[in-house]
């Protein structure tokens, strides 16, 4: 008998990310698309990459799980606001996927499902309790405890790339002013070697990725644009060690990519910012599962749910 597939679907700012995982959370499949600039294109990508899935794997998918960038309400089943993909802001996304999707499926922010991914499958297997963080054109974080996902009242809890690091800083996406995705993220790092550098380049043409080279090849701006970064990083990881104790602190994205240029001056400010025995139980490590934390964490949540009798078809 052919084994059940679930699927995952990853919605960020940039690519939607799919596939389907077996039982045992293997990938059986994968792929991407760019992100559609708006809501209709993007059901209609859904529906598209459903019938492809549904075509290769026919009646093997049970479920479907969907992290989408934003703030997810529980109660009110849609994204009320996403400061990097404006187009799902308030939109009745259930009704939509109902059209389209005829397996029971689950929807939430896309760093909690991906937190959920490598609680399961990744750095933070088994984990007693793990704070994600995932660096990129934003920040995003969600947090496992004592093996479940930690939703808060409404669904918004995890959200510390809105936390305050900077009160005399930049206007972030969500309106408020300093919070730690505007010093933590691929954009902040360009605008931190813009300055360092003394260049008025052009930020649209620089990546972080052309900064992370440049701190390999010894330009001092680009080593300090990463000190800074890791600076704000690390006072945030200091307030989430003194505040949940977590025993692991995962953190993947793109930036990430960037490792020790990154994670050194984060570590070394969390030390100075935590209480000793809280840091000293907690161990910072990179995420594992890369681009597939997202969509892998969504397809296991949405069977999770299923299987605890928590989605209807
Ligand atoms: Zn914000």
Not at 110 to 139: C, I, K, M, Q, W
Not at 148 to 165: D, N, P, R, S, Y
Not at 206 to 235: T, V
Request: proline share 5%; glycine share 12%.
């Amino acid at each position: 008998m052919p084994e059940n597939l679930y699927a995952g679907f990853d919605l960020g700012g940039t690519q939607l990310k799919y596939g389907l995982i077996n039982s045992s959370g293997r990938i059986i499949y994968k792929s991407q698309a760019p992100s559609p600039p708006d809501i209709k294109s993007l059901m209609d990508l859904i529906q598209r990459i459903w019938a492809e899935l549904d075509r290769r794997y026919p009646k093997r998918i049970k479920s479907a799980g969907f992290g989408f960038a934003g703030f997810f309400s529980l109660k009110r089943k849609r994204i009320m606001q996403s400061p990097n993909y404006p187009a799902l802001d308030n939109f009745p996304l259930f009704p939509a996927l109902k059209k389209i999707i005829p397996v029971p499926f689950a929807v939430h922010n896309d760093a909690n499902l991906a937190a959920y991914g490598e609680y399961l499958y990744g750095s933070a297997r088994r984990a007693h309790s793990l704070v994600f963080l995932t660096v990129g054109t934003g920040l995003g974080s969600g947090i496992i405890l004592e093996g479940e996902l930690w939703q808060g009242k409404g669904g918004f809890a995890g959200e510390l790339g809105h936390i305050t690091v900077n009160p005399e800083g930049l206007r972030c996406g969500c309106g408020n002013i300093g919070c730690l995705e505007t010093e933590v993220s691929a954009p902040a790092l360009v605008r931190n070697y813009l300055e360092f550098s003394g260049k008025s380049g052009n930020k649209d043409t620089l990546s972080a990725r052309d900064i992370y080279l440049r701190a390999r090849a010894g330009d001092e701006a680009a080593r300090k644009s990463f000190d800074r970064c890791g600076y704000f990083l690390g006072i945030a990881l200091g307030i989430v060690m003194n505040f949940l104790n977590p025993e692991k602190i995962i953190i993947g994205g793109g930036v990430m990519k960037a490792g020790r240029w990154l994670l050194r001056p984060a570590v070394a400010e969390a030390r100075k910012r935590s209480i000793a025995p809280a840091f000293a139980t907690c161990e910072i490590r990179r995420a594992s599962l890369g681009n597939d934390a997202g969509l892998m964490g969504a397809a296991a949540w949405a069977r999770h749910k299923m299987e605890a009798g928590k989605l209807t078809p």
